[in-house]
């Protein structure tokens, strides 16, 4: 993309075309090195086609034409690589601010589960659509086993009544001073002799809920 530029702008034709492509390719970084160090590379070629531009517009406005320049324009004329290295400081700040407020977005179930509740809880009222189909089965599983309404001869077992949950969790939840939420509705059963793995993306209230079962955290 940055070569298709640089050849774009040695077309007088084309330069329209080449704002086009400059504007969008801003926006990428790796334009803005490419562009920039293939402009520092062809600045002779640059500095003689500016000095022919300008010789033309001299005569068409009937002036003397220019003194050609005795030296190449500079790697930070905005000409060559000046655009290209503001761009790419402003990038390099914008992009490591749009990285840390993605990662706080993602590690922040409340946040995450209200942003896409206020997408899609229109079409599923009453359901976190941050939730998956699993996790509310195994809500509703936990909630028969605690009121005795599981129904007999699971057909996944096929061995009559499934053994009875080692651990079994419903509704945990864990508020610590100051109002924040480390777990919120943790609803689960674990039978006996199952290896039982707890998954989660960072501040979903893993190491929380461990430390509840384990009884060090009350």
Same mark, same amino acid.
């Given at each position: 993309?940055?070569?298709?530029?640089?050849?774009?702008?040695?077309?007088?034709?084309?330069?329209?075309?080449?704002?086009?492509?400059?504007?969008?390719?801003?926006?990428?970084?790796?334009?803005?090195?490419?562009?920039?160090?293939?402009?520092?590379?062809?600045?002779?070629?640059?500095?003689?086609?500016?000095?022919?531009?300008?010789?033309?517009?001299?005569?068409?406005?009937?002036?003397?034409?220019?003194?050609?320049?005795?030296?190449?324009?500079?790697?930070?004329?905005?000409?060559?690589?000046?655009?290209?290295?503001?761009?790419?400081?402003?990038?390099?700040?914008?992009?490591?601010?749009?990285?840390?407020?993605? +990662?706080?977005?993602?590690?922040?179930? #409340?946040?995450?589960?209200?942003? @896409?509740?206020? $997408? *899609?809880? &229109?079409?599923? /009222?009453?359901?976190?659509?941050?939730?998956?189909?699993?996790?509310?089965?195994?809500?509703?599983?936990?909630?028969?086993?605690?009121?005795?309404?599981?129904?007999?001869?699971?057909?996944?077992?096929? +061995?009559?009544?499934?053994?009875?949950? #080692?651990?079994?969790?419903?509704? @945990?939840?864990? $508020? *610590?001073? &100051?109002?924040? /939420?480390?777990?919120?509705?943790?609803?689960?059963?674990?039978?006996?002799?199952?290896?039982?793995?707890?998954?989660?993306?960072?501040?979903?209230?893993?190491?929380?809920?461990?430390?509840?079962?384990?009884?060090?955290?009350?």
């Amino acid at each position: 993309m940055a070569m298709i530029s640089i050849f774009l702008s040695f077309v007088p034709e084309l330069h329209v075309w080449n704002d086009y492509v400059t504007i969008i390719g801003r926006f990428i970084p790796s334009f803005n090195l490419g562009h920039g160090l293939l402009s520092v590379n062809f600045s002779p070629i640059i500095t003689a086609l500016d000095f022919a531009q300008e010789a033309n517009d001299a005569k068409e406005a009937g002036l003397p034409p220019p003194d050609y320049p005795e030296t190449n324009f500079k790697a930070t004329d905005d000409r060559i690589a000046g655009l290209d290295i503001v761009a790419m400081l402003y990038g390099s700040f914008a992009y490591v601010v749009a990285a840390i407020a993605m +990662d706080y977005f993602l590690a922040t179930p #409340a946040l995450y589960g209200w942003v @896409l509740a206020s $997408i *899609y809880g &229109g079409k599923n /009222k009453g359901e976190n659509p941050s939730e998956d189909e699993d996790v509310r089965e195994e809500e509703v599983r936990v909630k028969r086993v605690i009121e005795h309404k599981r129904p007999k001869g699971d057909e996944e077992d096929g +061995d009559g009544d499934r053994e009875e949950d #080692a651990i079994l969790v419903d509704n @945990l939840t864990k $508020i *610590y001073r &100051g109002g924040k /939420k480390a777990v919120r509705g943790f609803s689960l059963g674990v039978p006996y002799g199952q290896c039982f793995g707890l998954l989660g993306i960072n501040g979903a209230g893993k190491t929380t809920t461990l430390s509840i079962l384990s009884g060090e955290v009350s």
